[in-house]
């Protein structure tokens, strides 16, 4: 009985491992993958391993749930887009291990977007994914540290040392175009507004030296009207 429980708990630590990685590589798909292979037995014998995996996979379902509002932004709704980055900005700051989870669908969502066809004279829309805001078409690219917030000293729960943590604004390159003639007209940077230093966060080992602040949807509608000029 005790070598089985024992086989038990090394086989569910080393699907762990496996979720663990496909959080480091952004990959939901194979966080779910792996935790279908948990069974009655493993939830017996490695209880928290399990539930741990379950979080998760919890996670990876609400960051598709935002990655679909992002799609349906597309097509200029912006309550969706507020929507797609408020649902995401609260898992990076559950836990910093979701950092490459969280980007993939940004990434996706952002990168690779041509500028717009021209409008035809009755106006209506031509071309590819950018989204339209106004008399403009936007096209963001990925996300990134902005500018410095505030810094606040943090320690682990396995260590005295203290470490310097600064919460940085999002920022997003973006680039503008013309509505009616595809015209490239700007390039902006939008940098998200948020909270800071809050008083735990989880990560993975090292205390990260940066962290993305928490936008509100106020903080969010504020950097895209003041990154695009509006």
Not at 124 to 134: D, K, V
Request: charged fraction near 20%; hydrophobic fraction near 35%.
């Amino acid at each position: 009985m005790l070598l089985s429980v024992g086989l038990l708990r090394f086989d569910a630590r080393g699907i762990e491992d496996d979720i663990t990685q496909a959080r480091a590589d952004g990959d939901c798909g194979a966080v779910t993958e792996a935790q279908e292979q948990v069974w009655a037995g493993h939830r017996v014998a490695a209880a928290p391993v399990a539930a741990r995996g379950d979080a998760a996979v919890d996670t990876c379902e609400r960051l598709e749930t935002a990655e679909a509002r992002l799609a349906a932004g597309l097509d200029g709704g912006r309550d969706d887009l507020t929507s797609g980055f408020l649902l995401s900005a609260p898992v990076l700051e559950e836990d910093s291990r979701n950092d490459a989870t969280v980007g993939a669908p940004l990434t996706r969502f952002l990168t690779d977007c041509p500028p717009p066809t021209p409008a035809r004279p009755r106006g209506s829309r031509t071309g590819g994914p950018p989204t339209r805001l106004g008399r403009h078409w936007w096209c963001g690219g990925q996300q990134g540290f902005g500018s410095a917030v505030r810094t606040c000293p943090y320690r682990s729960g396995t260590s005295v040392q203290i470490a310097h943590v600064t919460f940085r604004k999002v920022s997003l390159p973006v680039k503008v175009y013309a509505l009616w003639t595809g015209k490239h007209v700007a390039d902006r940077t939008a940098q998200t507004s948020g909270s800071t230093c809050s008083s735990l966060f989880s990560t993975s080992g090292v205390i990260p030296p940066d962290k993305y602040v928490t936008p509100s949807k106020s903080d969010i509608r504020n950097a895209f009207s003041s990154g695009l000029g509006r």
